[in-house]
């Protein structure tokens, strides 16, 4: 399997940094992509087309219930020019107990499609963090089967400290001529028979992976004053 490790500094008592590098099983530096779809675009590609016709960009921030931050008002304050807020407390199945559970195909349809994501659009997405919770909105948007989706390098801290403008001024989300239509790719979800069998095999971590065709699995790891990003995939045979 590919591991792809983000290296990453701390900016300030908040916001984190990260650059990404992507080495083949044998210790090569590659490219690492999607179905052709970067994983990580950076501040300076963004800045370049933005305001592009069929680019629209996210804030997917998120905190913890214990920092008492309320990541919309943080948006409404200040975002990348254009930015749509995607709301992961909102875009959820409102009817489950447990919090942020999945929506329904439609249910997520319907919602991007009200940030200005069609068809074909391509999405790029942020936190206020650097890395935090746009790896979520990422694989939301994969598991029901847009994959022209791409995360920011270094979130909305990476933009300021590389010179960018940000905006307290709201733009209205564009009009969709080919609307999304959603459908859930199963083969991007662990269900509880899968994760049992990861656990048991979880002393030989290569083999875990070979019973894992097709799912990312995204771990942060944060101590003291470094953050590692570690995301592993196994493609097809």
Not at 146 to 167: A, C, K, M, N, Q
Request: net charge negative.
């Amino acid at each position: 399997f590919r591991r792809v490790l983000f290296r990453s500094g701390l900016l300030s008592g908040t916001g984190w940094h990260g650059v990404a590098t992507a080495f083949s099983h044998d210790g090569e530096r590659e490219t690492m992509a999607l179905n052709d779809t970067p994983l990580v675009v950076d501040a300076h590609w963004l800045a370049e087309h933005l305001g592009s016709d069929g680019l629209v960009v996210l804030d997917a921030s998120w905190h913890l219930p214990a920092e008492g931050r309320d990541p919309c008002a943080e948006y409404r304050a200040q975002h990348i020019p254009g930015a749509q807020f995607f709301d992961i407390e909102a875009i959820s199945d409102p009817a489950d107990s447990c919090p942020h559970m999945l929506p329904s195909a439609g249910e997520f349809a319907l919602a991007v499609i009200q940030l200005g994501i069609g068809r074909d659009t391509r999405v790029v997405i942020y936190d206020s963090r650097g890395l935090f919770s746009a790896p979520r909105a990422w694989w939301m948007s994969r598991v029901f089967g847009h994959d022209r989706v791409h995360i920011l390098s270094g979130g909305l801290p990476g933009w300021v400290v590389d010179g960018f403008e940000v905006t307290d001024e709201r733009t209205a989300p564009r009009h969709v001529e080919r609307p999304f239509t959603a459908h859930l790719v199963s083969a991007r979800l662990a269900d509880a028979p899968l994760l049992k069998m990861v656990l048991h095999d979880s002393a030989d971590s290569a083999r875990c992976m070979h019973h894992i065709v097709g799912l990312w699995i995204i771990m942060f790891h944060c101590r003291y004053k470094k953050l590692s990003s570690f995301l592993y995939r196994r493609g097809p045979r």
